[in-house]
């Protein structure tokens, strides 16, 4: 089976780890340093704390509240679960940096971390999918 494990270095591993909760991940294992949360059998986030992910960056660890370090997408089967994943993220303490986006078969809305790791929530109606136009 192939997977994505996207490593993701945090302040502060408990607030993290109960904000990632929060928008439907589930802890698999930790311990004081490292939690995996799976999103799906095949998308999952290792939360680090920031010193332990310095002892194998093999760069800088950017500070991702102030630029832009990766901007990751989880795509959801509907706009209720798409609003309800972002009011319990924003009840946990996320941020929405901006407004939602609808473009018809699309919504999409964004939400930060307190590390400043920016998710994108994302709903696409493929039954309302714009189709070529022939002329």
Do not use: C
């Not at 990751?72 to 706009?79: C, K, N």
């Amino acid at each position: 089976m192939k997977q994505i494990l996207i490593n993701l270095p945090v302040r502060d591993l408990q607030r993290s780890l109960a904000f990632y909760k929060a928008l439907g991940f589930t802890a698999q294992f930790s311990d004081e340093t490292i939690v995996r949360l799976a999103w799906s059998e095949s998308i999952a986030v290792m939360l680090i704390t920031q010193e332990k992910f310095t002892t194998f960056a093999t760069k800088p660890v950017a500070d991702s509240k102030s630029a832009m370090a990766g901007y990751f997408t989880l795509y959801v089967s509907s706009i209720d679960e798409l609003n309800a994943i972002m009011n319990k993220g924003l009840n946990a303490g996320g941020t929405e940096p901006n407004e939602m986006s609808d473009h018809g078969f699309m919504q999409q809305r964004t939400i930060e971390d307190f590390d400043g790791h920016t998710w994108n929530i994302l709903f696409v109606d493929v039954s309302k999918l714009p189709t070529e136009q022939k002329g």
